[in-house]
């Protein structure tokens, strides 16, 4: 058997790379945000349903203790803020397991960035900035899009009043599979994937706001237009492609421990395993982290878009081999 240890990327391409990322470093530099470096191991993992943590088992001073790979340094970084840190970035390497495909890979680069004082408009806009200024052409103007409309428009239904069996028809028919059982936010990201995303930054950057509140994660929430409760929190897409995630952060401890246990029980409902939550975050929100924005960036999707490649591994020395 024959082993193929070539790099996945070429070496011009990972000096194209090394520019770019020394592009971000300036950006922020430019703008006096501090980059920092968290661990990739702590001690509680991501209890989002729809992402699944890496874990080992590690010798410690405290015993053989189970640590957990971060899925992104968000846990860490805010515990940073609630020191004082002040704005803060970092490239880190993150993971998620089972994640392989043209736009992921189980091992990947995260910029995160924290704005104390920010709110979402600024944020967006501070983004936005950065994606154009690592892109070699223009991507056409900055769209607002809001979740409601879009659904409204791609699938004649409105997310927050439709009947969840015609959700689950909705989601079955595009997605080729049943989904008799599935939850209201199982079906809608299935049709968001499925059927919206695809149309999404296709002639410019779009950014996509006022999701579901359920869909919250770890931001705030608020009511929109219409008096319905929804997320502060936005995402931005380019060529169909989403490139990052931003949050009004939640400061809220126990709110926060509220949506982890959440999230635990409905891992639980679902037959996914606990997994442990970050009781430091819990703890450092609790000492007080000041209200600002974040945001989580894909570093390698960036890339690949800049560099006009097809997979993200095209741009990743070494990505996850497959069989």
């Not at 391409?13 to 971000?24: K, M, N, P, W």
């Not at 009947?163 to 028809?169: A, C, D, G, I």
């Not at 770890?218 to 490139?243: K, N």
């Amino acid at each position: 058997m024959t082993i193929d240890w070539h790099p996945t990327a070429s070496v011009e391409t990972l000096r194209e790379r090394a520019q770019l990322l020394g592009e971000v470093r300036t950006f922020f530099a430019e703008r006096g945000v501090l980059e920092v470096e968290t661990p990739i191991l702590g001690h509680g993992g991501s209890t989002d349903v729809h992402l699944d943590s890496l874990s080992c088992d590690a010798l410690t001073p405290a015993g053989r203790e189970r640590l957990w790979l971060q899925t992104s340094p968000e846990f860490h970084m805010k515990r940073l803020l609630a020191a004082g840190s002040g704005p803060i970035f970092q490239l880190a390497r993150s993971f998620r397991d089972g994640e392989v495909g043209g736009r992921h890979n189980i091992e990947f680069t995260m910029l995160e960035w924290y704005r104390p004082g920010f709110n979402l408009e600024e944020l967006i806009g501070e983004t936005t900035a950065l994606i154009r200024a690592l892109l070699p052409h223009d991507p056409g103007p900055t769209r607002r899009r809001r979740y409601r409309e879009l659904f409204e428009q791609h699938l004649s239904i409105d997310p927050f009043q439709a009947p969840l069996t015609t959700l689950r028809e909705r989601a079955a028919r595009h997605g080729g599979m049943a989904m008799d059982d599935s939850a209201r936010d199982d079906c809608l990201d299935l049709l968001m994937s499925h059927v919206i995303e695809p149309q999404l930054g296709i002639d410019g950057l779009d950014v996509v706001i006022e999701y579901p509140a359920s869909q919250a994660a770890l931001a705030r929430r608020h009511r929109d237009a219409q008096g319905e409760w929804v997320a502060s929190r936005f995402e931005i897409y380019l060529r169909g492609t989403e490139l990052a995630n931003g949050y009004d952060e939640l400061t809220d401890a126990d709110e926060q421990a509220a949506r982890f246990a959440a999230d635990n029980a409905e891992r639980e409902r679902i037959g996914k395993p606990l997994v442990a939550y970050d009781k430091h975050l819990v703890a450092a929100l609790c000492a007080g982290m000041p209200q600002g924005c974040g945001v989580a960036l894909g570093v390698d999707r960036l890339i690949q878009l800049a560099l006009d490649k097809h997979s993200v591994a095209e741009v990743m020395a070494f990505a996850t081999p497959v069989c």
